[in-house]
């Protein structure tokens, strides 16, 4: 997709981005969390992260945080709502190393903002995801709390720098109370009278897809590895009888041939974002008379190329 073409005469900003990499849950979970490395750094990045649904804290995980704790530049995490599968946010951030659920930083010329939309609200208070605490009706999960609100309103006021954020949950179609993170993003373009607020990625949705709303651009970064369609995907034709028993989302799930990722590419004018192509491992949705897509979210193997004009 090109929404405009990007300057790069003045300075670049690098970065490799991936999403839901459940590493744990694949049979390739450390060549996928690999090739996203060697990809960062072959492309000498200045930054690398990840959306969230990353690998749990236990010895088993170890090879993928290890993996990932071999790039030498900064690191940045993302909470996902199955990274507290079986931990409390506090457990999961502080083995993961983060400052918080949710926190900025710069890098260059431009404010990084990561959201944090893993609270449950029932109309009266949030609760914060836990231990799996979250498997209730949906219309009650995806949530970004009031005071993290008002702490993104602050943030967006204290810098004068062009702000990209960052979520699990994509903020256009995927957080129960996305409007009202809108309303704050767009707000703040209004208050500087101009596109202070430029781009906004998201994952969890596993899927890809680029929109505009009110001059922001939303990107859903797709899995590293799987997409989830919740019916049996006749995952016997696709591994031994051993790789399903160990697995068990592998019978609900489509999982791609090649990891997922891409190099994000930032300057004063506009993005560029290189992303990769992968091809359902058969029998494939089309195999198996699948719709092009779950719902909302388009059922496809790739992220795309994209270019935006700030």
Same mark, same amino acid.
């Given at each position: 997709?090109?929404?405009?073409?990007?300057?790069?005469?003045?300075?670049?900003? &690098?970065?490799?981005?991936?999403?839901?990499?459940?590493?744990?849950?694949?049979?390739?979970?450390?060549?996928?969390v690999?090739?996203?490395?060697d990809?960062?750094?072959?492309?000498k990045?200045?930054?690398?992260?990840?959306?969230?649904?990353?690998?749990?804290?236990?010895?088993?995980? +170890?090879?993928?945080?290890?993996?990932?704790?071999?790039?030498?530049?900064?690191?940045?995490?993302?909470?996902?709502?199955?990274?507290?599968?079986?931990?409390?946010?506090?457990?999961?951030?502080?083995?993961?190393?983060?400052?918080?659920?949710?926190?900025?930083?710069?890098?260059?010329?431009?404010?990084?903002?990561?959201l944090?939309?893993?609270?449950?609200?029932?109309?009266?208070?949030?609760?914060?995801?836990a231990?799996?605490?979250y498997?209730?009706d949906?219309?009650?999960?995806?949530?970004?709390?009031?005071?993290?609100?008002?702490?993104?309103?602050?943030?967006l006021?204290?810098?004068?720098?062009?702000?990209?954020?960052?979520?699990?949950?994509?903020?256009?179609?995927?957080?129960?109370?996305?409007?009202?993170v809108?309303?704050?993003?767009?707000?703040e373009?209004?208050?500087?009278?101009?596109?202070?607020?430029?781009?906004?990625?998201?994952?969890?949705?596993?899927?890809?897809?680029?929109?505009?709303?009110?001059?922001?651009?939303?990107?859903?970064?797709?899995?590293?590895?799987?997409?989830?369609?919740?019916?049996?995907t006749?995952?016997? +034709?696709?591994y $031994?009888?051993?790789?399903n028993? &160990?697995?068990?989302?592998?019978k609900?799930?489509?999982t791609?041939?090649?990891?997922?990722?891409?190099?994000?590419?930032?300057?004063?004018?506009?993005?560029?974002?290189?992303?990769?192509?992968a091809?359902?491992?058969?029998?494939? $949705?089309?195999?198996?008379?699948? +719709?092009?897509?779950?719902?909302?979210?388009?059922?496809?193997?790739?992220?795309?190329?994209i270019?935006?004009?700030f």
């Amino acid at each position: 997709m090109t929404v405009s073409a990007c300057s790069t005469k003045d300075k670049v900003l &690098k970065f490799a981005i991936a999403s839901d990499f459940h590493a744990q849950d694949v049979p390739d979970g450390e060549h996928r969390v690999y090739s996203f490395i060697d990809a960062a750094k072959k492309n000498k990045v200045d930054f690398i992260i990840e959306l969230g649904d990353f690998c749990r804290l236990d010895d088993n995980s +170890k090879i993928y945080r290890d993996l990932w704790n071999s790039f030498e530049g900064d690191k940045y995490h993302v909470i996902g709502n199955h990274d507290m599968d079986k931990y409390t946010p506090e457990e999961y951030i502080k083995g993961m190393e983060m400052p918080g659920s949710y926190y900025s930083f710069d890098k260059g010329d431009f404010h990084f903002i990561v959201l944090d939309g893993n609270n449950l609200y029932d109309g009266k208070k949030y609760v914060h995801y836990a231990k799996a605490n979250y498997y209730v009706d949906m219309k009650k999960r995806a949530f970004v709390d009031q005071e993290q609100l008002e702490w993104l309103q602050k943030d967006l006021q204290s810098t004068d720098k062009k702000c990209v954020l960052f979520s699990h949950q994509s903020i256009e179609r995927g957080m129960n109370n996305g409007a009202d993170v809108r309303r704050i993003l767009e707000t703040e373009n209004q208050r500087v009278g101009y596109k202070k607020v430029v781009l906004a990625f998201g994952g969890h949705n596993h899927s890809n897809y680029t929109e505009v709303i009110n001059g922001i651009t939303y990107m859903q970064i797709n899995s590293a590895s799987y997409v989830w369609v919740g019916e049996p995907t006749a995952t016997e +034709k696709r591994y $031994p009888e051993s790789v399903n028993k &160990k697995y068990g989302i592998l019978k609900y799930s489509m999982t791609y041939d090649q990891p997922l990722y891409a190099i994000v590419k930032l300057n004063s004018k506009g993005v560029s974002v290189k992303g990769t192509k992968a091809k359902f491992m058969p029998p494939t $949705p089309k195999d198996l008379n699948m +719709k092009d897509s779950l719902g909302l979210f388009p059922l496809v193997s790739i992220i795309e190329d994209i270019k935006v004009k700030f």
